[in-house]
Each structure stands twice: as structure tokens, then as C-alpha cells.
């Protein structure tokens, strides 16, 4: 055999097994440059007009990344429609009515499809329109490493519950979620920094208004004229569950530090936010964020690209979808 094997033959097969094992499995910063040199103007072009037609739909497009990358890594399973014989995570209860933004995908890979067929696969295009909107929302940019392929597979409605953290569980509770994804409470705290834009409905911080953990009193940690505006937006019925709430009620469509500076009044909106402020090394750097927003700018960058790299699927495993609401 080896003598069959010419020595600039060998040293050949020898370098291409070193680049294969450099290039073949890792993100990469210009991953689709040559493949779809066209790809980052079609995706400014499609956040900019979903945002242009509402203005919310930057924090959907943030949080849907967020949401899939939680739950079976970021590999695009959010976006997987049920079908007869499948049940994926959109109809789980911390997504169904409540995770927007699908049809933006839809509108954006579409033309991602006419200009590069089968290339890009869906979740790239999540996580670059996830920063995208953080830019038109007035937050920062960052460096995205790109290269992630479509999951095959998606989560269990029970692994979507079990795995996103709750706007009623304690920080600890919250801090371990994010452990076990491999990101830390630094990362808590600056990720939840994206409830800088936003809404929530009613029934996700209702339970602080009326009868806080049956005290028959509001919550003590929420400021009283926030109280009164929450109270007038939910009012003490079942119907008004859905209604919404801004989420940084002074900002609530720039992205900014805002949020931070509203933990220090008191104005956190959800449970799990004011809780930031109740633990001393959190607090300590709420308040390190609410005096630099430039140190909030830079670390979200360096959160989200951590949080972007969550169970990604490279090289060959998982495929290009051809359509993100269908495995090929
Ligand atoms: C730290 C734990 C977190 C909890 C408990 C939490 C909880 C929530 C809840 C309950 C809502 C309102 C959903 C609804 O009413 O339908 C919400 C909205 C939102 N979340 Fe979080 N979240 C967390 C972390 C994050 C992270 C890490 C991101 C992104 C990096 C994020 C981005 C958003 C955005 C942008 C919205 C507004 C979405 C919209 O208006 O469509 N959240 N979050
Ligand atoms: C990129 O878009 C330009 C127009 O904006 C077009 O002329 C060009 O052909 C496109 N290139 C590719 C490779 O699709
Ligand atoms: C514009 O936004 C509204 C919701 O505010 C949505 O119903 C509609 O489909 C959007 N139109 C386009 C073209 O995206
Ligand atoms: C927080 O986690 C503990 C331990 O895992 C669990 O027993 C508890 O029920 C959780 N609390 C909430 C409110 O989810
Ligand atoms: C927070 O407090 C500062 C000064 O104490 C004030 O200027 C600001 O309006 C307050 N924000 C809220 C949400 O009450
Ligand atoms: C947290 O800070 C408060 C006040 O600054 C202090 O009394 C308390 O001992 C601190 N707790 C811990 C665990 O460091
Ligand atoms: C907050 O910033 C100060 C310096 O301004 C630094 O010493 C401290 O470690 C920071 N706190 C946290 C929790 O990062």
C-alpha cells in the first residue's frame, strides 16, 4: 500500500488531514463569503424592513435565537412546524404564543435561498438577524462566527420548560440554567440586559401587582408608580393575561442600559428581573452596567457569542435546511 504512495503524495494526504482537522469543525468569520458572498445584505435588508413595518420585532427576533439556542442548542429546532408524527418545541408553553418572528425567517431565508441555494442554513441566519436587530434597536455589533448547522431533531415540549428559565424561579434556580449551558452569572445578568426592548404579558409578572406570594400585598420590590401603570394595563382579572407591558418601561424600544439603571428604582418588570438586584455580586454588577453602557455593549457582544455557540452542529453532521419549518 504504501509504497503505491508517492512522498510529495503523502506529505499531500498528510496536509489536508491537518486542514480538515483545523477548518473542518469550527465557526468561522467568513464561513460563507465565497458560498454566499451576498448573505449579510439580504439578511440587513430583512430585519430593517420587519422592523421598519414594527418596531417590536427586534426584541422577537432576539428572543427567538435566545429560545432556540436553550433548548437542543442553536440548530434552527424552534423553527420546526409539528406536523402528524412530529412534535417540536414551538407549541410548548414557554414558545406558543409568545415566540415572534417566524415569517421574518421565512421572508429572509427565501431570498437567501434565490441567491445561494441549500448554503445557508437556517440557524446562521437566526443568529446574525438576532444581532442585527440588537444594531437597529441601537445596541451594539459584534463579531459572529458563522458555520452552525440545521438540527435534525428537536427538543421535547418537557425539555423546552425544563431548560428555559421561568420568570418565576429564583436566581439560583435561573443561574443553573444557564451553567448547564456553559454560560455563568455574568451572563445572566448582561444576557437579561436584552429586556432593554420588548414586552411581556400580564400573566408573567401579574402575581407581583395584587397578592404577592399571598401577602394579600403587592411585591415590596416594585416601585409604586410602576405599580399603578402595571395595574392599569393588568387589571385584577383572567382577561388580561395577554395584555402587554413594556419590559424597560422608559426605553422600551432602544436598546440601552436603561434596564439596569431600572433595577435600581425598583422598576424591574418581571420577578426574575428584580432579582438581580437581590444578590450581591448580580447587583454589584447591575450597577457596574447602569454607569457604563459602554461595558454593557461590549459584554452583551461577548455573551451573545457565547450563547450563539451552544450545542452547534458543524461539519457534517446535521444538514442545510431547504426550507426551516421542515427537515429536508
Ligand atoms: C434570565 C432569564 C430570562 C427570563 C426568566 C426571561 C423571561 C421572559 C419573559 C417571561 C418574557 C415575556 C414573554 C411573553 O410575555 O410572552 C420575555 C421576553 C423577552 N425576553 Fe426574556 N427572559 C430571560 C432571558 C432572556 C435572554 C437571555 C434574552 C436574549 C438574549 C431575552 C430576550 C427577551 C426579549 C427581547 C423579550 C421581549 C420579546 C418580545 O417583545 O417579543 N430574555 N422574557
Ligand atoms: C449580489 O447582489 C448584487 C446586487 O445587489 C448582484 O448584482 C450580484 O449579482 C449578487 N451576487 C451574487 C453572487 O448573488
Ligand atoms: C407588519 O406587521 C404586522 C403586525 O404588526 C403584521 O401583521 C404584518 O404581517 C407585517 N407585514 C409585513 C409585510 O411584514
Ligand atoms: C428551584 O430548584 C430547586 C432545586 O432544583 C427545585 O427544587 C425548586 O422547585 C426550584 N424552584 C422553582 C420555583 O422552580
Ligand atoms: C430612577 O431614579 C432616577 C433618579 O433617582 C430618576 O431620574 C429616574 O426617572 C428613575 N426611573 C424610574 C423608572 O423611576
Ligand atoms: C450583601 O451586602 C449587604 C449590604 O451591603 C451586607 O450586609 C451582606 O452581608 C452582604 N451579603 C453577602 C453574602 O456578602
Ligand atoms: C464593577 O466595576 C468595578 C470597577 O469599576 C470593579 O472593581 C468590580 O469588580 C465590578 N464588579 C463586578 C461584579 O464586575
Redesign the pocket.
Known amino acids: 500500500m504504501e509504497k503505491n504512495l508517492s512522498k510529495p503524495f503523502s506529505v499531500f494526504l498528510l496536509w489536508l488531514l491537518s486542514q480538515s482537522v483545523l477548518v473542518c469543525c469550527q465557526l468561522d468569520y467568513k464561513f460563507y463569503d465565497y458560498t454566499c458572498p451576498n448573505l449579510t445584505k439580504i439578511v440587513t435588508y430583512g430585519v430593517w424592513s420587519a422592523i421598519a413595518n414594527d418596531t417590536?420585532m427586534a426584541?422577537?427576533l432576539?428572543?427567538l435565537h435566545?429560545h432556540d439556542c436553550f433548548v437542543n442548542g442553536c440548530d434552527g429546532s424552534l423553527l420546526l412546524d409539528d406536523t402528524s408524527t412530529f412534535k417540536g418545541e414551538k407549541t410548548a408553553l414557554p414558545n406558543i404564543n409568545?415566540v415572534?418572528g417566524y415569517e421574518v425567517i421565512d421572508a429572509i431565508k427565501s431570498n437567501v435561498e434565490k441567491a445561494c441555494p441549500s448554503t445557508v442554513s437556517c440557524t446562521d441566519i437566526v443568529a446574525m438577524v438576532s444581532r442585527h436587530a440588537v444594531y437597529l434597536a441601537g445596541g451594539p455589533y459584534w463579531a459572529l462566527p458563522l458555520g452552525r448547522r440545521d438540527g435534525r431533531t428537536a427538543g421535547s415540549v418537557d425539555e423546552v420548560s425544563q431548560q428555559l428559565?421561568?420568570?418565576f424561579e429564583p436566581l439560583d434556580n435561573?443561574t443553573a440554567k444557564f451553567t448547564s449551558k456553559g454560560l455563568n452569572l455574568k451572563d445572566?445578568v448582561v444576557?437579561?440586559g436584552?429586556?432593554t426592548?420588548?414586552?411581556?404579558?400580564c400573566f408573567?409578572f401579574k402575581s407581583r401587582l395584587f397578592n404577592f406570594d399571598g401577602s394579600g400585598n403587592p411585591d415590596p420590590t416594585l416601585d409604586a408608580s410602576l405599580l399603578q401603570n402595571l395595574r392599569s394595563v393588568c387589571p385584577n382579572q383572567a382577561d388580561s393575561d395577554t395584555k402587554l407591558a413594556p419590559?424597560d418601561p422608559i426605553t422600551s424600544t432602544r436598546f440601552d442600559n436603561t434596564y439596569f439603571r431600572n433595577l435600581l428604582n425598583n422598576s424591574g418588570v418581571?420577578q426574575?428581573d428584580q432579582a438581580l438586584l437581590g444578590d450581591n455580586t448580580t447587583a454589584s454588577m447591575v450597577i457596574n452596567y447602569s454607569r457604563f453602557p459602554y461595558l454593557f455593549s461590549r459584554d452583551f457582544g461577548a455573551s451573545?457569542v457565547k450563547?450563539s455557540n451552544i450545542d452547534v452542529l458543524t461539519g457534517q453532521n446535521g444538514e442545510i435546511r431547504k426550507n426551516c419549518r421542515v427537515i429536508n
Open positions: 417590536r426584541a422577537s432576539l428572543r435566545f409568545s415572534r428559565p421561568s420568570p435561573i445572566v444576557l437579561s436584552a429586556h426592548i420588548g414586552f411581556a404579558q408573567t419590559l418581571l426574575s451573545m450563547m
